[in-house]
Protein backbone atom coordinates (compact mmCIF):
# COMPACT_ATOMS: atom_id res chain seq x y z
CA UNK A 1 0.00 0.00 0.00
CA UNK A 2 1.40 3.55 -0.62
CA UNK A 3 0.74 6.12 1.23
CA UNK A 4 1.70 9.59 2.34
CA UNK A 5 2.63 10.76 5.52
CA UNK A 6 1.95 14.25 5.83
CA UNK A 7 2.31 16.57 9.02
CA UNK A 8 2.19 20.84 9.35
CA UNK A 9 3.92 23.52 11.38
CA UNK A 10 1.46 26.62 12.44
CA UNK A 11 0.95 29.57 14.58
CA UNK A 12 -1.39 28.26 16.80
CA UNK A 13 -4.61 26.12 16.85
CA UNK A 14 -7.08 28.11 15.55
CA UNK A 15 -8.09 27.05 11.85
CA UNK A 16 -9.80 30.70 10.95
CA UNK A 17 -6.89 32.98 12.46
CA UNK A 18 -3.92 31.10 12.07
CA UNK A 19 -1.76 30.31 9.53
CA UNK A 20 0.24 27.43 7.89
CA UNK A 21 4.15 28.14 8.26
CA UNK A 22 5.37 24.42 7.07
CA UNK A 23 3.93 21.45 5.30
CA UNK A 24 5.99 18.44 4.39
CA UNK A 25 4.77 15.27 2.92
CA UNK A 26 6.76 11.92 2.60
CA UNK A 27 5.82 8.84 0.15
CA UNK A 28 6.42 5.35 1.47
CA UNK A 29 5.03 2.04 0.22
CA UNK A 30 4.69 -0.92 2.18
CA UNK A 31 4.34 -3.22 -0.39
CA UNK A 32 8.42 -2.42 -1.89
CA UNK A 33 11.04 -3.21 -0.27
CA UNK A 34 11.85 -0.48 2.75
CA UNK A 35 14.56 2.37 1.21
CA UNK A 36 15.66 4.22 4.27
CA UNK A 37 13.17 7.10 5.66
CA UNK A 38 15.82 10.01 4.75
CA UNK A 39 15.79 8.72 1.27
CA UNK A 40 12.06 8.47 0.29
CA UNK A 41 10.85 11.19 -1.96
CA UNK A 42 9.47 13.69 0.25
CA UNK A 43 8.10 17.76 -0.10
CA UNK A 44 8.77 20.29 2.06
CA UNK A 45 7.70 23.63 2.20
CA UNK A 46 8.00 26.82 4.26
CA UNK A 47 5.69 29.81 3.62
CA UNK A 48 6.73 33.18 3.76
CA UNK A 49 3.61 35.39 4.77
CA UNK A 50 3.46 39.64 4.57
CA UNK A 51 2.52 39.50 7.83
CA UNK A 52 2.34 36.67 10.58
CA UNK A 53 -0.98 35.99 12.82
CA UNK A 54 -1.29 33.13 15.31
CA UNK A 55 -1.35 32.60 19.09
CA UNK A 56 1.78 33.71 21.69
CA UNK A 57 2.57 29.49 22.51
CA UNK A 58 3.17 29.02 19.06
CA UNK A 59 5.29 31.75 17.43
CA UNK A 60 7.39 31.20 20.61
CA UNK A 61 7.65 27.65 19.93
CA UNK A 62 8.68 28.64 16.25
CA UNK A 63 10.79 31.66 16.46
CA UNK A 64 13.35 29.96 14.73
CA UNK A 65 11.52 29.84 11.66
CA UNK A 66 10.05 32.75 12.43
CA UNK A 67 13.84 34.71 12.03
CA UNK A 68 14.51 32.43 8.72
CA UNK A 69 11.07 34.06 7.10
CA UNK A 70 12.00 37.05 8.14
CA UNK A 71 15.25 36.78 6.34
CA UNK A 72 14.03 35.16 2.97
CA UNK A 73 13.39 37.72 0.32
CA UNK A 74 11.91 35.09 -2.00
CA UNK A 75 11.56 31.66 -3.52
CA UNK A 76 14.09 29.54 -2.93
CA UNK A 77 14.35 25.88 -4.22
CA UNK A 78 17.09 23.16 -2.85
CA UNK A 79 17.69 19.44 -3.68
CA UNK A 80 18.75 17.26 -0.61
CA UNK A 81 18.64 13.66 -1.64
CA UNK A 82 15.16 12.79 -2.57
CA UNK A 83 13.80 16.04 -0.56
CA UNK A 84 12.54 18.86 -2.59
CA UNK A 85 12.86 22.36 -0.02
CA UNK A 86 11.46 25.37 -0.77
CA UNK A 87 9.79 29.01 0.49
CA UNK A 88 7.13 29.92 -1.19
CA UNK A 89 4.23 32.35 -1.20
CA UNK A 90 1.17 30.71 0.37
CA UNK A 91 -1.19 31.11 -2.54
CA UNK A 92 0.51 29.13 -4.53
CA UNK A 93 0.77 26.28 -2.25
CA UNK A 94 -1.82 24.22 -4.44
CA UNK A 95 -0.48 24.19 -7.20
CA UNK A 96 2.97 23.46 -6.24
CA UNK A 97 1.91 20.38 -3.91
CA UNK A 98 -0.37 19.32 -6.86
CA UNK A 99 2.32 19.08 -9.15
CA UNK A 100 4.88 17.55 -6.85
CA UNK A 101 2.61 14.92 -6.46
CA UNK A 102 1.64 14.39 -10.49
CA UNK A 103 5.25 13.81 -10.90
CA UNK A 104 5.61 11.52 -7.89
CA UNK A 105 2.14 9.66 -7.10
CA UNK A 106 2.00 6.51 -10.25
CA UNK A 107 -1.03 5.66 -9.03
CA UNK A 108 -4.34 6.62 -10.45
CA UNK A 109 -6.69 5.95 -7.43
CA UNK A 110 -7.41 8.08 -4.17
CA UNK A 111 -3.81 8.71 -2.18
CA UNK A 112 -3.78 6.83 1.40
CA UNK A 113 -2.47 9.18 4.02
CA UNK A 114 -0.49 8.75 7.52
CA UNK A 115 -0.58 11.42 10.48
CA UNK A 116 -1.11 12.34 13.90
CA UNK A 117 -4.29 14.48 14.03
CA UNK A 118 -4.37 15.12 10.17
CA UNK A 119 -8.14 14.36 9.91
CA UNK A 120 -9.24 16.88 12.41
CA UNK A 121 -6.08 19.62 12.39
CA UNK A 122 -3.70 19.33 9.27
CA UNK A 123 -6.12 18.42 6.25
CA UNK A 124 -8.37 21.57 7.79
CA UNK A 125 -5.66 23.68 7.33
CA UNK A 126 -4.40 22.72 3.96
CA UNK A 127 -8.00 22.51 2.75
CA UNK A 128 -8.21 26.39 3.45
CA UNK A 129 -5.24 27.33 1.36
CA UNK A 130 -5.92 28.40 -2.51
CA UNK A 131 -5.94 25.79 -5.09
CA UNK A 132 -7.08 22.97 -3.17
CA UNK A 133 -9.98 21.84 -4.15
CA UNK A 134 -8.45 19.08 -6.07
CA UNK A 135 -7.54 17.69 -2.56
CA UNK A 136 -10.67 16.05 -2.35
CA UNK A 137 -11.13 14.27 -4.93
CA UNK A 138 -7.53 12.86 -4.53
CA UNK A 139 -7.39 11.82 -0.79
CA UNK A 140 -8.49 8.67 0.65
CA UNK A 141 -11.48 9.39 3.15
CA UNK A 142 -9.70 7.05 5.72
CA UNK A 143 -6.39 8.12 7.21
CA UNK A 144 -3.67 6.06 9.14
CA UNK A 145 -3.32 7.65 12.65
CA UNK A 146 0.22 5.57 13.94
CA UNK A 147 -0.90 6.37 17.49
CA UNK A 148 -3.58 3.52 17.62
CA UNK A 149 -0.85 1.33 16.57
CA UNK A 150 0.88 1.81 20.07
CA UNK A 151 -2.23 1.80 22.58
CA UNK A 152 -2.00 -0.64 25.28
CA UNK A 153 -4.69 -1.87 27.25
CA UNK A 154 -5.28 0.45 30.46
CA UNK A 155 -4.00 3.73 28.32
CA UNK A 156 -6.80 6.33 29.35
CA UNK A 157 -5.73 8.03 25.96
CA UNK A 158 -4.60 7.46 22.76
CA UNK A 159 -0.94 8.06 23.51
CA UNK A 160 0.98 11.11 22.19
CA UNK A 161 4.00 11.10 19.55
CA UNK A 162 6.45 11.03 21.92
CA UNK A 163 4.83 7.84 24.12
CA UNK A 164 4.36 6.06 20.58
CA UNK A 165 8.00 6.56 19.03
CA UNK A 166 9.58 5.31 22.97
CA UNK A 167 6.76 2.55 22.58
CA UNK A 168 8.20 1.62 19.04
CA UNK A 169 11.64 2.00 20.40
CA UNK A 170 12.50 4.62 18.69
CA UNK A 171 14.84 7.59 19.56
CA UNK A 172 14.94 11.03 19.78
CA UNK A 173 11.94 13.14 20.90
CA UNK A 174 8.74 14.69 18.74
CA UNK A 175 10.72 17.51 16.61
CA UNK A 176 7.74 19.91 15.98
CA UNK A 177 9.37 20.54 12.69
CA UNK A 178 7.47 19.15 9.58
CA UNK A 179 9.65 17.18 7.84
CA UNK A 180 11.18 15.23 10.77
CA UNK A 181 7.43 14.76 12.35
CA UNK A 182 6.52 13.42 8.52
CA UNK A 183 9.27 11.11 8.50
CA UNK A 184 8.33 9.94 11.88
CA UNK A 185 5.53 9.17 10.98
CA UNK A 186 6.51 6.78 8.62
CA UNK A 187 8.75 5.05 11.16
CA UNK A 188 5.95 4.25 13.37
CA UNK A 189 3.66 2.93 10.80
CA UNK A 190 6.66 0.53 9.48
CA UNK A 191 6.72 -0.66 13.10
CA UNK A 192 3.65 -0.48 14.22
CA UNK A 193 2.34 -2.87 11.43
CA UNK A 194 5.45 -4.74 11.72
CA UNK A 195 7.28 -4.24 7.94
CA UNK A 196 10.34 -2.10 9.23
Same mark, same amino acid.
Given at each position: ?? !??S?D??T?G %?????C $?M? *????? +????N? /??V /????? /??L?? !???Y???I? *?? !?? +?A %?H???LE?MAK????R? *???? @??DT? =?I?? $???G??L ?7 ? @????KL??A???? @???D???M?K %? *??M?? =???? $??H??I?P @???? !??P ?5 P????CM?R??L??V??H ?5 A $? %???E ?9
Amino acid at each position: MR !YASIDIETTG %MDVKNC $QMI *EFAIV +LDDLNK /PKV /PVKDL /PALHL !YFMYDAVIG *EP !YA +LA %MHQKLLEKMAKTKGERW *EKDR @SIDTG =WIKP $QLFGTVLFDWLKTKN @SDDGKLNVAGKNF @SNFDRQFMLK %M *ENMSW =WNNL $QHHRVIDP @SILF !YNPGDKFIPGGQQCMERAGLNGVVAHTALEDA $Q %MVVELVRRGLKVA
